[in-house]
């Protein structure tokens, strides 16, 4: 589906890559709110988050402060200039949050992986005249077609303002990560949508702070737009997520570290390097159908000797040759063997053919 989409960048916020979305997991108090928006806009945040309605995993935790946490927003916006921004799950709170004038909606994990749910969201944004910005995070399943369908309701609600948040993805195995990344799934959007605005949320990926920067370095090296982190100012104390929230001051540190490269300016020894691994590549592509080629003859002979295609020995010898052979010339051997082994499957597919002939 071909999609013609708005900038998300509201007036006045800047146009420098990364765009910096921050603030505490969720609203506790009117008091936490005020205390961590005034210091993140002191450090020129101009965005700021707070989850106001939060799905827990579990019942008994803390649930969010609910529609009353939404004019301490409101008063953020007031006393400090930042847009506002919460995530939306129901049609309520899309008419709470619309009403309250929240400036940016963003749809959550376990929401984007419900249909249902995103569109009677999409159904209510329409009715509600709300333009976006809105945000719609990767379902907790790496199923790129299940997010791509959530952006489609979104779309097809009328909104032109759309960005995509990577959150990671869950697995039973928890490793060095809470939810893992899957750089390729958002990256794979990237390529379908390539105006989709791309955000990276490290603190739902890494789940512990010292995560956080070598995540947010990955994400501007893969040329995403935005980072959306969760600040808090008093971290420890945090009523949900609070060994993934990092200060103001350690948020300003993050981002000042952070090495941003320039995208847009192709250089001329980058294009000329380019056109190399081009013709490289052409050449690779004629030498595997040579031997395609020459591995079909192989076919047709044991074709007329009345001998099986498959050789396992032979096989062996060749992998084992042309791994120790790579491994020489400095080059990887499990992707050595990964590309011998496609090889092969192609070069059998094409003896089978022969000998179905
Ligand atoms: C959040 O941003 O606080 C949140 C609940 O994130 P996710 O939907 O990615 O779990
Ligand atoms: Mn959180």
Redesign the pocket.
């Known amino acids: 589906m071909e999609m013609e989409l708005e900038s998300i960048l509201l007036p006045g916020v800047s146009e420098q890559r990364p765009l910096v979305i921050a603030g505490p997991?969720?609203a506790e108090s009117e008091e936490q709110v005020m205390e961590t928006a005034r210091s993140l806009a002191s450090k020129g945040v101009q965005i700021f988050r707070a989850?106001i309605w939060k799905p827990r995993t579990k019942p008994g935790g803390f649930e969010g402060a609910g529609v009353a946490g939404l004019p301490w927003l409101q008063r953020v916006k007031r006393e400090t200039g930042m847009y506002t921004s919460t995530e939306i799950a129901t049609k309520q709170h899309v008419l709470d949050a619309v009403k309250h004038g929240i400036d940016l909606l963003w749809i959550g994990a376990r929401t984007t992986a419900n249909p249902f749910a995103v569109q009677e969201i999409a159904d209510t944004l329409l009715i509600s005249g709300f333009q976006g910005p809105v945000l719609i995070k990767n379902p907790v399943n790496p199923d790129l077609e299940l997010w791509i369908g959530a952006i489609e309701r979104i779309y097809n609600a009328g909104i032109r303002k759309i960005g995509v948040i990577h959150r990671g993805f869950s697995s039973y195995e928890k490793k060095l990560y809470r939810n893992l990344p899957q750089w390729h799934i958002p990256i794979e959007l990237k390529r379908r949508i390539p105006k989709m605005p791309l955000i990276c949320d490290p603190?739902?990926i890494g789940g512990k702070r010292e995560l956080i920067a070598p995540l947010c370095q990955q994400a501007m090296d893969l040329n995403y737009d935005g980072l959306i982190i969760?600040s808090h100012c008093n971290p420890d104390c945090a009523l949900?997520?609070k060994e993934?929230q990092v200060t103001p001051d350690v948020l300003e540190y993050i981002i000042s570290m952070l090495v941003v490269r320039e995208t847009k300016q192709t250089t001329e020894n980058l294009t000329n390097l380019r056109r190399q691994i081009d013709e490289i590549d052409g050449e690779l592509l004629s030498i595997l159908s040579k031997r395609m080629r020459i591995s079909r003859e192989i076919g047709q002979y044991k074709k007329e000797h009345n001998m099986p295609v498959l050789q396992t020995l032979r096989y062996d010898e060749i992998l084992e040759n042309r791994s120790s052979q790579a491994d020489k010339m400095g080059i990887g051997v499990p992707f050595m063997k990964t590309v011998l082994e496609a090889i092969h499957e192609e070069s059998i597919r094409q003896q089978i053919e022969v000998l179905n002939r």
Do not use: A, K, L, R
């Open positions: 997991c969720s989850g603190s739902h969760e949900s997520d993934q």
